[in-house]
């Protein structure tokens, strides 16, 4: 199993410009997440999907879309990327609800925003 | 909304030495959930810890729920350079099935 891979590993855009963060697993979990961490702010919640065809808001929405069409692909869209998006993004994918089932995480995508 | 307050932020140790962070929140957790992110990498869970009073050890690793509900312990002993990372706890926003709110970290040096 390759577990949860994200892509691209390194991103600079300018202000401005969209793009999609990719985020596949392949465990068959049907929870998945988006978090970014910041320096000093530990890790926080973006977007999260509980099933294909499910999304909600976390914390943190604004400036940011997902969409869960297939149980393995849960995709990141930035708009119209601004510098405050500059972050590391975390996927993370657990069985079931996190607090109740490990939760595993993918290696991470950093983006500058310029 | 929920805030989970983690200390020390940071704290550089020898070798061989115990280490002890804890967790706090102002509201009620069912959960306690501790993860390690070492350098580069994405977070791994440690231990989980679902009953108040419960205490889990996992190697040289040692949670504890407090009694309260309000408060979590990590202890790791006889410390080792590869114990270098950033420790998170974590937990469910509001009981039940509901996404995890993270602490922002105990970022943990080790000096051999």
């Known amino acids: 199993n390759a577990g949860v891979t994200q892509t691209p590993k390194f991103q600079v855009l300018k202000t401005g410009q969209s793009m999609t963060l990719q985020c596949a697993q392949d465990?068959?979990?049907?929870?998945m997440s988006w978090y970014r961490q910041d320096p000093g702010m530990g890790l926080r919640l973006i977007h999260y999907s509980v099933g294909a065809g499910i999304t909600d808001q976390g914390e943190v929405p604004n400036g940011y879309n997902v969409s869960r069409s297939t149980t393995e692909d849960f995709p990141l869209r930035l708009l119209s990327a601004a510098p405050s998006q500059t972050s590391v993004y975390f996927c993370?994918?657990?069985?079931?609800?996190?607090?109740?089932?490990?939760?595993?995480f993918g290696p991470g995508t950093r983006l500058t925003v310029l | 909304g929920q805030q989970l307050n983690q200390s020390p932020q940071s704290m550089f140790i020898q070798e061989g030495e115990d280490v002890s962070m804890n967790c706090t929140s102002s509201?009620?957790?069912?959960?306690w959930l501790w993860y390690k992110q070492d350098p580069g990498e994405g977070p791994v869970l440690l231990i989980a810890?679902?009953?108040?009073?419960e205490l889990t050890s996992n190697g040289r690793l040692t949670a504890q729920f407090g009694i309260t509900r309000k408060d979590s312990f990590l202890n790791i002993s006889a410390s080792i350079p590869s114990d270098v990372g950033i420790y998170f706890c974590?937990?469910?926003?509001?009981?039940?099935?509901?996404?995890?709110?993270f602490g922002k970290g105990t970022r943990l040096s080790v000096i051999a």
């Open positions: 509201s009620i957790f069912n959960t």
């Open positions: 993370a994918s657990s069985y079931g609800y996190p607090g109740y089932n490990e939760q595993f």
């Open positions: 465990m068959n979990h049907e929870y």
């Open positions: 810890l679902y009953k108040a009073g």
């Open positions: 974590a937990g469910p926003l509001n009981s039940g099935n509901t996404p995890l709110v």
